[in-house]
């Protein structure tokens, strides 16, 4: 009696391993390569370069600024790590990951994501599910300068790419019948102003994605494949030298509605309320109101809103 080919979920599981080994080892290099350029640092001023976002780059929590991660200014290099975790009402995100500022020129993150879909995934019959996600970052500064332009017109401008691929487990079946890839990549430009005076900090992103709740649910779909057009805003305003207080909103494509599942999948926007406090140069912390909207609402019908918490040191 013949039988159908299973997936290889092995080679897959291998696969996912030797991309989280790389980007251990790449943490490793990065932070090597550093090591010699940290007694050039002149510093950034406190709270200007953003915080760790939960892709790992440079910015706000939920959206990329232009920022360059690190402290080190045009002559030195610098970096970050963070540790972030967000809990709604149904679901729980953590993510860690590290970055490098080359002279306030380039960026290079990796993260990764752990995804518990709780009592959703015992809903679907996956009972202890998790998603996890790896993210590659990289982010060039264009031009201008948020600190030396802040009496001008003209924003720090940086185009960016991450490149993420998604460990589905249970969930890679369902992907499959849906027509969502394993793996992407979102373009983003994005311009910062700092306005020092008014102690200001205005962001707008632009990101070209096909990923699906930021790619935990894939890339894609079959009614939508090609990628859209996305629009990110921050806003940050300096109670203090070591204190901001801010907002942001990413709004979101919806690649898998209509689905098998109606508006099942119907994807929402995001957005936050936060509060940075950088008590020391090196440390900061982030603590947040989010509303992730609707996630999977044919299962869990209530907007996910909750605690975001982050935790960055940086050189």
Known sequence: MNRKPRPNIQNQRMQVSRIGLGLGLAIACLLGAAAPALAQNAGKLRLTGGVSSIDGAAGGGLTPW???AGNASDDGVGGSAHLTRVTTGNYSLTSHGAAIGLFDRIELSIARQNFDTGAT???????GLKLRQDILGAKLRLAGDAVLDSDRWMPQIALGIEAKHLDAGGLAGTLDSLGAR???????LSA????LEH????NLTLRATQANQNGLLGFGGSAHQGRTLQPEFSMAKLLRRDLALGAEFRAKPDRLNPSALGAGLK???WADVFLAWAPHPQASLTLAWVDLGHIVPAVQSRRQRGAYAS???SF
Do not use: F, H, V
Not at 182 to 188: A, E, I, P, T, V
Not at 192 to 195: D, E, I
């Open 66 to 68: 232009a920022m360059i």
């Open 121 to 127: 995934g015992s809903a679907l019959g996956l009972p």
């Open 182 to 188: 394993r793996s992407g990549q979102d373009l983003y």
């Open 192 to 195: 910062t102003k700092l306005l």
């Open 199 to 202: 102690g200001l900090l205005l």
């Open 267 to 269: 994807e929402d926007d």
């Open 311 to 313: 935790l960055q040191l």
